[in-house]
C-alpha cells in the first residue's frame, strides 16, 4: 500500500520541475509553428544561418580542447593522490559558479589586447573566432571533466595492473585498457560540454560580441527589432540543437551495448 | 623486505626463498597482507626496504611488464571489453606473436573451454572465467605465476575440480606458482611447500606434512587448527623424551627441549576418550570434566576443562554417552604433541 502511495506523491512533486522546462520550452516551438512564414525566414537568412554554425563549430573546438588535456587531468584525477589534489579539484569545478559576465571580463583581461596573454600572442582573441572559443571551452570544461574522471574512476586499477604483467606499459594500458573502457564517459562529457558551449553567452559577448554566435544574434536582434524577429531564430537553433543532442546521445548508448 | 602501508599495516621482514618450479602456497587468515606480498612480488607496489629477485634477476625496480610474472585476482580482473579469446591473445599481440590468435586457442583448448574463445567475458560462469584469467596469464609463458585466492569463488565442486587442473597445468608447464589462500585443504592439497603468513609476518616455510603438525608459534598453531595448546613446563628429560608438568599432571612427550616453561600443542583428532583409565602403548592420561559438547556432522568436538578439545565421531559420542558434567579420561600418545618454548616463565 505504502509504496503506491509515495511514488505517485513523488511523481507529482518531481512532475512540477518538469512540466515547467516543458512548457517553457515547447510552448516557445509551438507559437512559432503557427508562423512558418517566420521560420521560414530565419532558415533563408543567411547571417542567421552563419551564427548558427559558428556557434556549433567554435563549441566543437573548444571540446575538443577540452578533450585533449582534459582526458589526461581526468585521469590523474581519478588515480592519483597528491598533495593539493582539493585545490585542483575545486579550480576544475570553479567555472561552474562563476558568473558568465565575470567569466567574460577575466578572459578579457587575460587574452585582451592589453591582456596577459593577449598583449604578446600573435592570435587575435577579441572579437574573433578564438575568443569565442576560449570564452566557450572555460564554462563547459568542468562538463568534460568530471564525466571523464567518472569514468575512470569506474574502471578497477587492478586491470592496468594485470594488463602490465601481460607486457603493457603504462601508456599502452592506458591505451588499451582504460581508454576504452572510460569511452562512454568521455563521449557523454564530450556531448555535454559541445551542449554547454552553445548555450554560452554572457562569457562570449564580453570577449567576442562579433563575429556574432547565434545567443548574440538573437540578443541583437531581441534588442533591436523585437521579440517577433528573435523568436524564429531561437526556435530554429533550438531545433537544430536538440537534433543533434538526441542523436549524440544515442549514439553514446549504442556505443555501450 | 618490508613496506609499512601506514593505517597501521605493514609487511615486516619477509625472507622467502621460492624454489624454481615448485608449487608454493602462501597461508595465512584474511587481512594478513598475502595479497599485498603478491602484488609487491608482480610490481604493484615497491618495498620500502628489500630486494626482489625473480629468475636470477634483480626485479626490485623492475616495472610489472619486465618481471615475466602472470596475475589471477580473485574475481580475476577480466577485461569488460574484451572476448575470452582477446583475453588470452593479450599478452602475445603485445609481444608482436603473429601466431597470437592460434597460440591463444591452443591455450584455451588446454583448459578445455574452446568454445569460450568468441564469447564476451560478462556470459561466461565463474569457473569459465577464472580458466580464462589463467589462460590469458599462462598465454606469455610467465617465470611465475601469481594466484590469489584463485579458487574461493567458487562452488565446492568446482574447486575440487580446478585442484587438479592447476595441479596439471603447472607440472606441464614447469612454471613456478605462488598461490595465496586461507583455506588449509587447499594449503595441503596442493603445496609442494607452505608458507605460513600473520599480520604481516611470515612465520613458518615448509612442506605441508611439517607446518601443519609442528606450527613454530602459539598463533600460527591456533591459525592451522592445532585446538589443544596447553601451558606447562619440563620437569625431566631423558633420550629425548621430557616429562612435562601440566597444571599438575605429568606427561611424557617426545620432544628435543629439556627445560623451561613450553606450551605443547596437540590436535583434537589426536585425543582418545574414555570412561575407564585404558591401557595402551599411549603414555598420557589426564582426567577432565566435559564442558561441552559440539556436533558437527558426522563428527562431534568435545569441550573438556582445562581446555581440551577432543574431535571424535558422533556415533562415540552418542554411544559413550558424553555430555556435560561427566568425567572422562584423555589419552594420547607421547609422539602426537608438538612442544615449543614459551616465553616467561608463568602462566
Redesign the interface.
Known amino acids: 500500500m505504502r509504496p503506491k502511495g509515495f511514488y505517485i506523491w513523488m511523481g507529482a512533486a518531481g512532475s512540477i520541475l518538469l512540466l515547467f522546462s516543458f512548457v517553457t520550452i515547447f510552448n516557445m516551438i509551438f507559437t512559432q509553428f503557427l508562423d512558418p512564414m517566420g521560420l521560414l525566414g530565419a532558415i533563408t537568412d543567411s547571417s542567421v544561418l552563419a551564427s548558427i554554425w559558428l556557434t556549433i563549430y567554435a563549441s566543437i573546438l573548444a571540446t575538443l580542447i577540452a578533450v585533449v588535456s582534459g582526458t589526461p587531468l581526468a585521469y590523474i584525477l581519478a588515480r592519483k593522490e597528491f598533495p593539493g589534489k582539493r585545490l585542483v579539484e575545486s579550480l576544475v569545478d570553479l567555472p561552474l559558479i562563476v558568473p558568465h559576465t565575470v567569466a567574460g571580463i577575466a578572459l578579457l583581461m587575460v587574452f585582451g589586447s592589453h591582456g596577459l596573454i593577449g598583449q604578446f600572442s600573435p592570435v587575435r582573441f577579441v572579437d574573433a573566432l578564438p575568443g569565442i572559443v576560449v570564452a566557450m571551452l572555460f564554462v563547459s570544461s568542468p562538463f568534460f571533466i568530471n564525466s571523464a574522471r567518472e569514468g575512470f574512476q569506474s574502471v578497477d586499477p587492478r586491470l592496468e595492473w594485470v594488463a602490465r604483467t601481460l607486457g603493457a606499459d603504462p601508456w599502452t594500458a592506458f591505451l588499451r585498457v582504460s581508454l576504452p573502457l572510460a569511452s562512454r564517459h568521455i563521449l557523454v562529457g564530450a556531448i555535454m560540454s559541445w551542449a554547454r558551449g552553445i548555450s554560452e553567452f554572457g562569457a562570449v559577448i564580453v570577449i567576442a560580441y562579433y563575429p556574432m554566435i547565434a545567443p548574440t544574434l538573437i540578443w541583437d536582434r531581441f534588442l533591436t527589432t523585437g521579440l517577433k524577429a528573435s523568436a524564429p531564430i531561437s526556435v530554429l537553433l533550438i531545433l537544430i540543437c536538440m537534433t543533434i543532442f538526441v542523436s549524440l546521445r544515442i549514439l553514446a548508448r549504442g556505443d555501450q551495448s | 623486505m618490508s613496506r609499512d602501508w601506514g593505517l597501521g599495516f605493514s609487511l615486516r621482514e619477509i625472507n622467502l626463498d621460492i624454489r624454481e618450479g615448485e608449487y608454493f602456497v602462501l597461508l595465512g587468515p584474511t587481512a594478513a597482507g598475502k595479497t599485498l606480498l603478491l ?1 609487491m612480488i ?3 607496489y615497491a618495498p620500502d626496504q628489500g630486494v626482489i629477485w625473480i629468475g636470477g634477476v634483480e626485479a626490485t625496480r623492475l ?3 619486465k ?1 615475466e ?3 589471477v ?1 580473485q574475481d580475476y ?1 577480466l ?3 574484451l572476448t575470452a579469446g582477446a583475453h588470452v591473445a ?2 602475445l599481440r ?2 608482436g606473436r603473429p601466431d597470437a590468435r592460434e597460440k591463444a586457442d591452443r591455450l584455451l583448448e588446454k583448459l578445455g573451454v574452446t568454445y569460450l574463445a568468441k564469447r564476451r567475458i560478462q556470459t561466461l560462469s565463474g569457473g569459465e572465467q577464472q580458466r580464462v584469467a589463467i589462460a ?2 599462462l ?2 609463458e ?1 617465470r611465475v605465476l601469481l594466484l590469489d585466492e584463485p579458487l574461493s569463488s567458487l562452488d565446492l565442486k568446482t574447486q575440487e575440480k580446478t585442484r587438479g587442473m592447476l595441479r596439471r597445468v603447472q607440472r606441464d608447464l614447469g612454471v613456478t606458482v605462488v598461490h595465496v589462500t586461507h583455506n588449509q585443504s587447499e594449503a595441503m592439497v596442493l603445496a609442494d611447500r607452505i608458507g605460513v603468513i600473520m599480520d604481516g609476518e611470515l612465520i613458518q616455510v615448509g612442506p605441508p606434512s611439517e607446518v601443519f603438525t609442528r606450527p613454530l608459534t602459539r598463533k600460527a598453531a591456533e591459525f592451522l587448527g592445532v585446538e589443544n595448546i596447553l601451558p606447562g613446563r619440563i620437569v625431566s628429560s631423558r633420550e629425548g623424551i621430557a616429562v612435562i608438568d601440566l597444571d599438575g599432571t605429568e606427561v611424557q612427550v617426545v620432544t628435543h627441549l629439556k627445560d623451561g616453561p613450553v606450551e605443547v600443542f596437540i590436535r583434537p583428532e589426536d585425543i582418545i576418550l574414555s570412561d575407564n583409565p585404558i591401557s595402551t602403548s599411549a603414555r598420557n592420561l589426564l582426567t577432565s570434566e566435559v564442558v561441552e559438547v559440539n556436533v558437527e556432522g558426522a563428527l562431534a568436538r568435545v569441550f573438556l576443562e582445562r581446555g581440551i578439545t577432543a574431535l571424535i565421531t558422533r556415533r562415540s559420542a552418542e554411544e559413550m554417552e558424553i555430555r556435560p558434567g561427566r568425567r572422562l579420561f584423555a589419552t594420547f600418545k607421547a609422539t602426537a604433541p608438538h612442544v615449543i618454548p614459551r616465553d616467561g616463565g608463568d602462566f
Open positions: 602484488e608482480a610490481g604493484f616495472p610489472p611488464e618481471r610474472v602472470g596475475f585476482y580482473a577485461f569488460p571489453h593479450f599478452g603485445l609481444r590469458r596469464a598465454a606469455t610467465p
